[in-house]
Nanobody, 123 residues
Framework: QVQLVESGGGLVQAGNSLRLSCATS????????MAWFRQAPTKEREFVAA????????YYADSVKARSTISRDTAKNTVYLQMNSLKPEDTAVYYC????????????????WGQGTQVTVSS
C-alpha cells in the first residue's frame, strides 16, 4: 500500500520559514520525480518544486525559486520542502506526489498523492 504523508504545515507570519516533510512508504520502484504542489482556495493546483529520482536535479516554480529548497533523505524515504521568506500568497494546501511518467510539472503525470498539509501565512 502506497502512502505519502505530509507534515510541517501551520500558521506563520510573513517573512518566516517552514519545512514541510513528506514521508513515503510502499512506492513501487524508483520514481522519476517527487514533487510538491499547492492549491489555494478557488485556485487550481499548481506545481511548486520537484526532485529527480537520482536526486541530482531539482526544479522550481518561478514564484518560489529564490526562496525554496526541495531535498530528500533516502534512508528515511522522506522528501522535504524548505520555504523561506514566506508571503501571504504562499497560503495553500501543500501536497507531495510521486511521478513515474516524466514531465515533472504536469499534474497528470503524478500517480500517488498525499492528503496535504495546510500552510497559512499571515501578513
Amino acid at each position: 500500500q502506497v502512502q505519502l504523508v505530509e507534515s510541517g504545515g501551520g500558521l506563520v507570519q510573513a517573512g518566516n520559514s517552514l519545512r514541510l516533510s513528506c514521508a513515503t512508504s510502499g512506492l513501487p520502484g524508483r520514481y522519476d520525480y517527487m514533487a510538491w504542489f499547492r492549491q489555494a482556495p478557488t485556485k487550481e493546483r499548481e506545481f511548486v518544486a520537484a526532485i529527480s529520482g537520482s536526486g541530482l536535479s531539482t526544479y522550481y516554480a518561478d514564484s518560489v525559486k529564490a526562496r525554496s529548497t526541495i531535498s530528500r533523505d533516502t534512508a528515511k524515504n522522506t522528501v522535504y520542502l524548505q520555504m523561506n521568506s514566506l508571503k501571504p500568497e504562499d497560503t495553500a494546501v501543500y501536497y507531495c506526489a510521486a511521478n513515474y511518467r516524466g514531465g515533472y510539472a504536469r499534474i497528470e503525470n503524478y500517480a500517488y498523492w498525499g492528503q496535504g498539509t495546510q500552510v497559512t501565512v499571515s501578513s
